[in-house]
């Protein structure tokens, strides 16, 4: 099966989820073309997955001059690309059931969705929100198929603790359908795997809305 589409990692510093993530891919679709993006790690993560897929003609090792942050880079990601469709997957996570790419484009199809995947609620500063309470429909970017012609007339995604979350409030505002597919039947997410290491890097503001809610017992990001 050719895959019109293209998937994106962003690394910074933590090589070894990178590849695993990327290495789960292969296993289900060999052919799946992946741009790795490295956002000026603080190590030789470059070097270390450079050589891990040198000769992988599929997957491509792109260096940012500086650490532009998850949002930006996967913005930059995305204009890059050349396919309709750009998959978004995070670092710490898995593939490990086939089915998932199709899947996915047979969502988009279906309900003519300008982006796929987990569709959660999270209030303004990006945070998990009940269904039941007032919040924002989000497609996490865990895992998330992008129609690219459709993005490129829409906010880029940005440096937030939810990064898409501009974009997708734009997106609805237009109409636009952000559709639902089960991706924890099809990938397993570690959460949190850059976040653990680095932080967010998001400033104080976002420092200090997150000890808020570890504080009073709210929601946190995933």
Known sequence: MTLQIQAVIVNYGTPDLTRRAVWSLLSLYRDLEIL?????????SVARLSDEFERRTTVRISANESNIHHGPAMDAAVRQSAHEWVLLFDSDAIAYRAGLVEGMLD????HSAYMVGELCFVDEGGFNVGSGQTGYPYVHPKCALVRRSVYLDLPSFERHGAPCLAN???AKARGLQLAHFPVDDFVFHQGRGTVSEYGYGLGWRSRAASAWRRLTGGPSRS
């Open 36 to 44: 790795v993006v490295d956002n000026r790690s603080p190590d030789d």
């Open 107 to 110: 969502t988009a199809r279906i």
């Open 168 to 170: 997708q409030q734009a």
